[in-house]
């Protein structure tokens, strides 16, 4: 059911997550006094006219939110909030998509580093440690881990 653009005293929506959700978007990009602001509006990040001026475009372009684990997330972090660059997505998704997130390419594929160690069963940071201490990709994901005995103190 889409809902009509109506003030608020007539959708009733104000105090929803997706409300919530769409309000802070705005703030962000639009408050140049928000905390926030230097990462988005203060870095070209901007909310599309049709979400900018209603909510209820807003929700009918998302849907309501599959759950409380799921906030807003841009599908490109460089592009726009706007229908097409913009998802429900949780804290995992958004951690995988976000521009700080270490890329590895290996065997023509570009995966997380994160997804790496999930495919090759080496933690996270065994495969990062190695990566900074210089180690080849391809021996970073490959190399068995060194298992070290445990300390047994002498009496």
Known sequence: MRLANRPYELHRKRRTA?????AGM????????????????????RVCDQWRRSFIAFLNDMGPRPSSKHSLDRIDNNGNYEPGNCRWATAQDQQRNSSWTRMIE???????????????????????????????????????????????KRK
Request: hydrophobic share 30%; charged share 30%.
């Open 18 to 22: 997706e409300y919530t959700v769409w």
């Open 106 to 152: 290996f065997n023509g594929e570009t995966r997380p580093l994160i997804e790496w160690a999930e495919i090759t069963g080496i933690e996270f940071r065994t495969i990062w440690k190695r990566l900074d201490l210089g180690w080849p990709v391809v021996k970073a994901l490959t190399s068995p881990i060194r298992r070290h005995k445990p300390y047994v």
């Open 26 to 45: 705005v703030q962000r990009c639009e408050d140049s006094r928000c905390r926030c602001y230097p990462h988005y509006g203060g870095r070209g990040i």
